[in-house]
């Protein structure tokens, strides 16, 4: 089992431009979370679905923020468009049963920088 | 609102030293708390979670519902437990975890 996987790993982009982050989460779990990760405000949940519906979308920053889950194999995580307050490490991670008893499977992340 | 506290971004301890990792929270709920870990070029994974009140790699983490922590100790630190840890708190439903903001763990020899 792979685990979770993230692509791109690193992306840098510049102000203003599209960023598509993407996640194939494990096999057979039906919750997805997307977090992002930051020195100053630590792992933030941006937000999150269950067999493929977004539940809760409350920690999504602006509008220029957008996640989609089409099928239970692949969710996207878009920024359109980036800012430099926008660069951060963003986490995908999947859980078989969304509780907490059941742990969260993270990704490697990606490590997105908007200059 | 849910809450939860790191108060230290980075602990420094000597190589036998006693750990102690503060984690406060705020919950109107019965919370449920978790200890996350990052290693180096690692993935985030589970370190231990309240409700099992096991030892995992030495570390323990008791929950006080009157002082709302959940501290994570260990007696002697050895230089693999440098990390990230996070603090989590079970919150919407049981479906989210909240998480704070990390403390780095560096044990010097």
């Known amino acids: 089992d792979a685990g979770v996987i993230q692509s791109p790993r690193h992306e840098v982009t510049e102000m203003g431009q599209e960023v598509t982050l993407r996640c194939k989460p494990i096999s057979g779990h039906d919750y997805l979370f997307w977090y992002r990760q930051t020195m100053m405000r630590g792992l933030e949940l941006l937000i999150y679905?269950?067999?493929?519906?977004?539940?809760?979308d409350s920690g999504m920053p602006e509008d220029r923020f957008s996640a989609k889950m089409p099928n239970a194999s692949f969710s996207t995580l878009k920024i359109q468009p980036s800012e430099p307050r926008d660069s951060a490490v963003y986490f995908c991670a999947s859980s078989p049963g969304g509780r907490g008893d059941s742990p969260l499977h993270f990704g490697n992340g990606t490590r997105l920088t908007v200059t | 609102a849910q809450r939860v506290t790191q108060p230290e971004k980075l602990l420094s301890v000597f190589k036998g030293a006693p750990v102690e990792l503060k984690c406060n929270y705020s919950y109107s709920g019965s919370p449920e708390l978790f200890w996350y870990v990052q290693y180096s070029r690692q993935r985030l994974q589970l370190l231990l979670r309240h409700i099992s009140r096991e030892s995992i790699k030495g570390f323990t983490a008791d929950l006080n519902k009157g002082e709302t922590s959940f501290h994570l100790k260990k007696p002697f630190a050895q230089e693999e437990d440098s990390a990230m840890y996070y603090c989590a708190l079970l919150t919407g439903g049981g479906n989210k975890l909240t998480f704070g903001t990390g403390t780095q763990l560096k044990v010097e020899l």
């Open positions: 679905f269950n067999n493929n519906v977004p539940i809760d």
